[in-house]
């Protein structure tokens, strides 16, 4: 009799550990699976050299394309245009537009992260350029920090997926 308690006992401690193992394993699932939905929701982590950009002015402020080009370039960006808005009768308000095609959507994604508050326009194009037409409410860039915190998760979350 007392080596079928004994028994008992032991199938019960190895019941317990095991529902404890598969109650984490579970636990580790679910966090996963959030990673994984909140790096799909997260923008794309691109290399800015593979980025071609165009970089239009629709301000009265001279030499805002300029200005905005070069750092842009700074961060590795490759600007192919500089130069006023070639779509004036589009009127950009707040911070400025995105401008893209179906092949630069992903890119627009990524490029909105170093322009907070800035709006989007797809467009038929068939190449992968995305036009940054700048607004009369831009200021400046997204610090280097903001945009290094805004694309880590994603980088780290992707790769866990």
Known sequence: MPALIFLLVLALAAMAVWWNVLSRDAAMDQAQAAACDSAEEA??????????????????????????AEALQARGFVVSEIGNDPNPDLEV???????????GAETAEFVAVFLPQVGERADTRADGIVDVVLGPDFQQLAPA?????????????????
């Open 43 to 68: 923008p794309p982590s691109l290399d800015p050299t593979t980025v071609t950009l165009r970089v239009f002015n629709a301000t009265p402020t001279a030499g805002l394309a300029t200005t905005v």
């Open 93 to 103: 308000t707040g911070v400025g537009e995105l401008r893209y095609g179906r092949r």
């Open 145 to 161: 920090e903001e945009v290094a915190s805004a694309l880590a998760p994603a980088a780290g979350a992707a790769a866990a997926c």
